[in-house]
T-cell receptor
Framework: AQTVTQSQPEMSVQEAETVTLSCTYD???????LFWYKQPPSRQMILVIR??????QNATENRFSVNFQKAAKSFSLKISDSQLGDAAMYFC???????????FGKGTLLTVNP | DTGVSQDPRHKITKRGQNVTFRCDPI?????LYWYRQTLGQGPEFLTY????????KSRLLSDRFSAERPKGSFSTLEIQRTEQGDSAMYLCATIGGARETQYFGPGTRLLVL
């Protein structure tokens, strides 16, 4: 069974600084997708960034980028120029099956300090 | 707003009562997922529909849980004889095509007293 591990229950960063959230996963599949989702307090879960495993190039979305290391099964999220609105729970998720269901990590609570 | 709506947003019930939640997906999305999220945890997969067919159910989905998606549109999740352990956030997500992004609804937070 696939598992997703987020080893940092909480992280904090100063506004305008950079922070990296860690995620590792376990799978025997070769073709899969990885996601980072953001869940602000009492608000909807929204996609931050996605990575296709067959692509060697790391995905980037504005201030958000990933470091995807397929051999190491590692998928970290880097947030540059952190903003107060980035404060949220961040979930790493894996999609590798035929039904495209997501397997989530336990999440990392990010606090942004002004 | 992702375009996926859920109703109600909050539900408080007494143990032993039945509850039903509804999810309205983005209209062109044919795949619909239900997840359960307990406090301090990531969402866990419950069940999945492609159009009106329920194609997979998690072991988490006990006999007290039933889900439907009539006509491949909205979906309902019913919990019979609720237990305190059912207290959680129930999330609905939809997807339009293979390996596309799942769009989540705001969730229904259930509290069983």
């Amino acid at each position: 069974a696939q598992t997703v591990t987020q080893s940092q229950p909480e992280m904090s960063v100063q506004e305008a600084e950079t922070v990296t959230l860690s995620c590792t996963y376990d799978t025997s599949e070769s073709d899969y997708y990885l996601f980072w989702y953001k869940q602000p307090p009492s608000r909807q879960m929204i996609l931050v960034i996605r990575q296709e495993a067959y692509k060697q190039q790391n995905a980037t979305e504005n201030r958000f980028s990933v470091n995807f290391q397929k051999a190491a099964k590692s998928f970290s999220l880097k947030i540059s120029d952190s903003q107060l609105g980035d404060a949220a729970m961040y979930f790493c998720a894996y999609d590798g099956g035929s039904n495209y269901k997501l397997t989530f990590g336990k999440g990392t609570l990010l606090t942004v300090n002004p | 707003d992702t375009g996926v709506s859920q109703d109600p947003r909050h539900k408080i019930t007494k143990r032993g009562q039945n509850v039903t939640f509804r999810c309205d997906p983005i209209s062109e999305h044919n795949r619909l997922y239900w997840y359960r999220q307990t406090l301090g945890q990531g969402p866990e997969f419950l069940t999945y529909f492609q159009n009106e067919a329920q194609l997979e159910k998690s072991r988490l989905l006990s006999d007290r849980f039933s889900a439907e998606r009539p006509k491949g549109s909205f979906s309902t999740l019913e919990i019979q004889r609720t237990e305190q352990g059912d207290s959680a956030m129930y999330l609905c997500a939809t997807i339009g095509g293979a390996r596309e992004t799942q769009y989540f609804g705001p969730g229904t937070r259930l509290l069983v007293l």
